[in-house]
C-alpha cells in the first residue's frame, strides 16, 4: 500500500497517516505472489502447523508418531515449546526440522521482500506476530536470519523486543506527536485482530526514559472473539465496554489518561477512518463505506476525565512495528513483518538518526 502522504486537518494526526512523528511509513499491507499463492500464507501460523502435519504423516507411515495423536492444528505453542527443551529426542527433532524448514520459507519471503521498491534498502527488519510469542518462534527467526547472514544479505532480523500481544498496543503511542502526552501518565491503545481483541493501558514513563523505550502495558484486557461469533456492532461494544472498564481502573490507580485512543486493525486505513481492504477476517463486514470505528469508540467514549477524547487508528502491523521504533532510531530504513492469521508488513525510515548505543562522536 503507497498512499498519500498529506495530512487531514482537524487533528495532530490521521488515520492511516505515512507521515508520522518519528518515521515515515514507506508502504505497509503490500500483498506478493508467487507461484504458491501469496506469500503471507507461506509463512502464516497455519503453514507452520500443515508443514509439521506433513513430517508427522512421513514419519506414521513407517512406524509411530513420537508427537501421538493430537492434530497439530491443537498442540499448544507452550508445549511445542516444552517438546524442544525436554521431551522425548525423536518428537523434539521433528519439531526443530519444521522449524528449520519454516525459517526457510521465512527467508525467502524476506529475500522477496527486499525485492520491492520500498524494501531494498532496509537494513534490519523486526519479525512479530502470533508465532513469534513463544521458543519456537524464535528459532523460526533465528534460522532465517543466519541463513541470510550466510548468504551476505545485509539485514539484521530479528524477534520484536515486545511480547507481540503488547507490541500492539504500545507502538500505537508513536502515532501522535509527544506534546500530547504532556502531564499525562498513559493511554489507552487497541489492537483489532482477526481472532481476537486487545485492550490495554499503556504507561508512557516518560520521565524514566523520554524516548519512550520503557513504556509498558499496564493492564490488558483480552476478548477471543473468534469463540463467540459476534456481529460488527457487538464487538465494538464490547470493546468499548472493556475501554470504559480501563478507564475506571487507570482512575482507580491514580493514572492521568492522556485524550488519546490507539487503535490497530488489519488492513489499508483511509485518512477518514474507514478500512478500504484488508478486514476480511474481522466480525462482520467493516469495510463498509457506512461504518468508522474511530467514530464509533469516540461516539462512545467523548471524554477522557473532562478532554474530548481524540481517537486515531493505523494499520495493526505499522503500529506493532513502531513499538521497535526506540530501539532502530540508529537504524534509517527499517521493517516489520508479522506472521499471524496473514503476513502483516510495513517499512519505515527513520527521520531524525541517531547514533547507536555506545558510541560518540
Known amino acids: 500500500m503507497r498512499a498519500s502522504k498529506t495530512h487531514g486537518s482537524g487533528g495532530p494526526a490521521v488515520h492511516g497517516a505515512l507521515e508520522l512523528p518519528a518515521v515515515t511509513v514507506d508502504s505497509y499491507n503490500i500483498e506478493i505472489k508467487d507461484a504458491e499463492g501469496f506469500l503471507g500464507d507461506q509463512v502464516s501460523g497455519r503453514a507452520f502447523r500443515a508443514m509439521l502435519d506433513d513430517a508427522r504423516k512421513a514419519i506414521a507411515a513407517h512406524g509411530t508418531d513420537p508427537l501421538g495423536e493430537e492434530p497439530s492444528s491443537e498442540i499448544s505453542k507452550k508445549t511445542l515449546d516444552k517438546i524442544i527443551a525436554e521431551g522425548d529426542p525423536k518428537a523434539a527433532s521433528i519439531v526443530i526440522g519444521t522449524i528449520s524448514e519454516f525459517g526457510e520459507k521465512l527467508a525467502n519471503v524476506v529475500r522477496r521482500f527486499r525485492r520491492q521498491k520500498d524494501w531494498r534498502e532496509v537494513q534490519a527488519i523486526v519479525v512479530g506476530g502470533g508465532l513469534r510469542q513463544s521458543r519456537t518462534g524464535e528459532?523460526?527467526?533465528?534460522?532465517?536470519?543466519?541463513?541470510?547472514?550466510?548468504?551476505?544479505?545485509?539485514?539484521?532480523?530479528?524477534?520484536?523486543?515486545?511480547h507481540p500481544d503488547k507490541a500492539g498496543l504500545i507502538g500505537a503511542i508513536h502515532l501522535v506527536p509527544r506534546w500530547m502526552f504532556e502531564g499525562f501518565d498513559a493511554i489507552l491503545a487497541v489492537d483489532v485482530g482477526g481472532s481476537n481483541i486487545r485492550c490495554g493501558i499503556v504507561l508512557l514513563n516518560g520521565k524514566k526514559a523520554p524516548d519512550l523505550s520503557q513504556a509498558k502495558v499496564d493492564q490488558l484486557k483480552l476478548w477471543r472473539h473468534a469463540n463467540d461469533g459476534p456481529s460488527r456492532?457487538?464487538?465494538?461494544?464490547?470493546?468499548?465496554?472493556?475501554?470504559?472498564?480501563?478507564?475506571?481502573?487507570?482512575?482507580?490507580d491514580k493514572?492521568?489518561?492522556?485524550?488519546?485512543?490507539?487503535?490497530?486493525?488489519?488492513?489499508?486505513?483511509?485518512?477518514?477512518?474507514?478500512?478500504?481492504?484488508?478486514?476480511?477476517?474481522?466480525?462482520?463486514?467493516?469495510?463498509?463505506?457506512?461504518?468508522?470505528?474511530?467514530?464509533?469508540?469516540?461516539?462512545?467514549?467523548?471524554?477522557?476525565?473532562?478532554?474530548?477524547?481524540?481517537?486515531?487508528?493505523?494499520?495493526?502491523?505499522?503500529?506493532?512495528?513502531?513499538?521497535q521504533l526506540p530501539f532502530l532510531r540508529h537504524v534509517e530504513k527499517w521493517g516489520v513483518l508479522t506472521m499471524g492469521t496473514g503476513l502483516g508488513n510495513a517499512v519505515f525510515t527513520t527521520k531524525d538518526l541517531e547514533e547507536p548505543a555506545g558510541q560518540s562522536s
Not at 478486514?279 to 462482520?284: E, R, V, Y
Not at 470505528?293 to 512495528?321: R, S
Request: glycine share 10%; aromatic share 4%; hydrophobic share 40%.
Open 255 to 323: 493514572y492521568k489518561l492522556a485524550p488519546v485512543i490507539g487503535i490497530g486493525c488489519p488492513g489499508v486505513i483511509t485518512e477518514n477512518g474507514m478500512i478500504e481492504k484488508g478486514g476480511q477476517n474481522l466480525p462482520g463486514n467493516w469495510e463498509s463505506n457506512r461504518f468508522n470505528l474511530p467514530e464509533a469508540v469516540q461516539t462512545e467514549i467523548p471524554k477522557i476525565a473532562e478532554h474530548e477524547t481524540y481517537v486515531v487508528m493505523h494499520n495493526d502491523a505499522v503500529i506493532q512495528g513502531l513499538s
Open 233 to 252: 456492532d457487538e464487538a465494538v461494544k464490547r470493546m468499548t465496554d472493556m475501554l470504559k472498564s480501563l478507564i475506571k481502573a487507570a482512575e482507580r
Open 139 to 162: 528459532l523460526i527467526i533465528g534460522r532465517a536470519a543466519t541463513l541470510l547472514q550466510g548468504e551476505g544479505v545485509p539485514v539484521d532480523v530479528m524477534p520484536i523486543a515486545h
